[in-house]
C-alpha cells in the first residue's frame, strides 16, 4: 500500500477490538505476553552482540601493542571494515524483512551469522609477529571483512526480531529491559579481557593472549549466538507475492530497496529517535576513554602500572550499575510516566552524574580512598542504560506507524539504519576525542610525565594541572551539552501510548492480528 495512510482515530472503530486497549493501560494482554524464556533467549544473542563489540575494542590495542604494526594500518584496519559494515547492514535489513522461509525471516539468518562470526573471530586474531607486518596486515583485514559479513547477517535480523516480538506497547520496553540487562554483562567482562591478556603468569607476550582468548571469546559468542535463533520464535506475517528472479526483478528489488531506506527518514518520529541516540551515544564515546587519562594521570601522576586495574574497575562497576540500578527502575518510571518522559529523566540524572564526576575524582585523590572516584557512576549511568532500553522499545513502536503508512513490516531496515546512526556516532566520536586530545596538549602531558624526577608530581607543574583539568572539564562538558541537544529532540517526539494504541486497533483492522 502506497502513499499516506489517515489514522482512524474514531472512538466507535477503536471500541470495536476492545482487547487492544485494556482498562489498565499498564497490563498486557495475555496473548501479547512473551515467555521469560524467550527473553532470556533473545537477551543471550544481545549478550553476544554486544561482547563482539566490546571484545573488539580491547584486542585492536594488540595490533599496535602486541604486534608492533604502525598506527595508521590499525587505523586502515579499523575503518575499512566499518564502512563496509555501513553498506550491508541496510542491505542485510531489506533481505531479512523480504525473506520468507519455514523457519522464519529472522532465525535462520541469526542461526548462519553466529557460526560465521564466532569462527571468523576465533581466526582473525591467529597472527603472529614473525609473520611480517604486510602479511598480518593483509590476513586481518580479509578475515575482518568475513567477520562483519558474518556480525551483519547475525546481528541486523536480531535486532528486528527484538522489534518485533510483542505488538505490546509495555511489554516491548520489558523485552529490551530484559536484553539490555543480559547484556550488560558483556561490559562488566570485557574490560578484563585486557588484563587477562598482559597477565605474564598466564601467557608470555600479549600476541599469545590475544590468540589463546580469541578462542574463547568467539566460541562462547558463537554458541550464545544461536540461542535466539533456537528458541525464540517469530510472529507469523501474511504471505508475500514472490518472483521469479531477473534482470528487471532485480531492478525493482533495488528500487525498493533504496526507496525502503528514504521512507525510514520520511518517519519524523524514528527520525527524533536516531537523533536522540546520536547525541547521547555521541557524547558518550567521545570522553568514554578520558576516565583512563584521568585515572592515571590525576590520581596516580602518570604512573600505568600503578593505576593496576582500576580503570577496568570502572568499566565493570559501571556496567552493575546499570544492570542492578537503571535498567529495573527507568522500566519502572516508563510504565508510569511513559517512554519519552522516563528519557528525559535519565538523562537529566546522567547529566548530574558528569557534573558530579569533577569533586569525585577530586575525593578520590584527596580522601585516600580510590573508590570515592566510582560515586557518581550510578547517576551517570542513567545515560546509556536508559538510552538503549527506551530506543530500541520505542523504535519498535515506531515500526508500527510505518507499516500503517506504507503497509509493510520493515523493522529489519529500521534496525539497520537506527545502528548506522550509533556507528556513525562511534565513527564522529573517534575523531572528535583524538582532536580534543590533541587541542589541549595531551601529548605534552605524556612529555611532562617522562621528565618527571622521582617523587616529582604533576599536580606541582602548573602546565601539567593546565591540561588535565582541562581534559576534566571536557569530561563533563562534552556529554552533558549532547545530552541537554538530545532532550531537546525528543521534547518534539509525540508518539504517545495512546497513539500507539490507536495505531495497532488500525491495523488489526485492517489486516487482522499478527
Known sequence: MNGSVQLDTNPEHISEIPEIIPKNAN????????????????????????????????????????????????????AVPRIFDAITDPLMGYISDNSRTRWGRRR???????????????LMWQIYPENGQQYNFIYFLLLSLLFYLGYTIFATPL???????????????????????????????????????????LYESAAIGSRNLAIWVGLICLLFGIIP???????????????????????????????????????IPFVQLCSATFLVFNGFQTVAQFSFFIIVFYIFNGDQGASGTWSAWFGTVSAICTCLLVIPMITRISLKIGKRNAF?????ISIIGYVLRWWTFEMALNEGSH????ISLPLMTFGIGGLFTLMMSMTADVCDLDELNTGERREGIFGAVYWWFVKLGTAIAMLMSGWVLSNIGYGRLEAIRNALTNGESLLHIPEAVNIINMLRMADIIIPS?????????????????????????????RRGKV
Not at 371 to 374: A, H, L
Request: net charge neutral.
Open 27 to 78: 497490563q498486557t494482554a495475555f496473548e501479547d505476553r512473551i515467555p521469560m524464556i524467550q527473553k532470556i533467549a533473545f537477551g543471550v544473542g544481545s549478550l553476544a552482540n554486544q561482547l563482539f563489540a566490546a571484545a573488539l575494542g580491547v584486542f585492536m590495542i594488540v595490533l599496535v601493542m602486541g604486534l608492533g604494526m604502525d598506527p595508521f594500518l590499525v587505523g586502515i584496519l579499523g
Open 108 to 122: 535462520p539468518y541469526i542461526f548462519i551469522g553466529a557460526i560465521i562470526t564466532g569462527v571468523s573471530f576465533m
Open 159 to 201: 535486532v528486528a526480531l527484538g522489534y518485533e516480538m510483542s505488538p505490546d506497547f509495555h511489554e516491548r520496553t520489558r523485552i529490551m529491559a530484559v536484553s539490555q540487562w543480559i547484556g550488560q554483562l558483556a561490559w562488566m567482562i570485557a574490560p578484563w579481557f585486557w588484563v587477562i591478556i598482559y597477565e605474564p603468569t
Open 229 to 267: 535463533a533456537v528458541f525464540c520464535k517469530e510472529r507469523v506475517l501474511p504471505a508475500q507475492r514472490t518472483e521469479k528472479l531477473s534482470l528487471s526483478a532485480l531492478g525493482r528489488m533495488m528500487s525498493n530497496f533504496f526507496n525502503g531506506i528514504w521512507q525510514t527518514f520520511k518517519c
Open 344 to 348: 528525559i529523566v535519565a538523562t537529566v
Open 371 to 374: 573508590w570515592m572516584m566510582f
Open 481 to 509: 551539552v549532547t545530552a541537554l541537544l538530545a532532550i531537546f529532540v525528543m521534547c518534539q517526539y509525540n508518539f504517545s501510548e495512546t497513539r500507539s494504541r490507536e495505531v495497532r486497533a488500525e491495523l488489526e483492522k
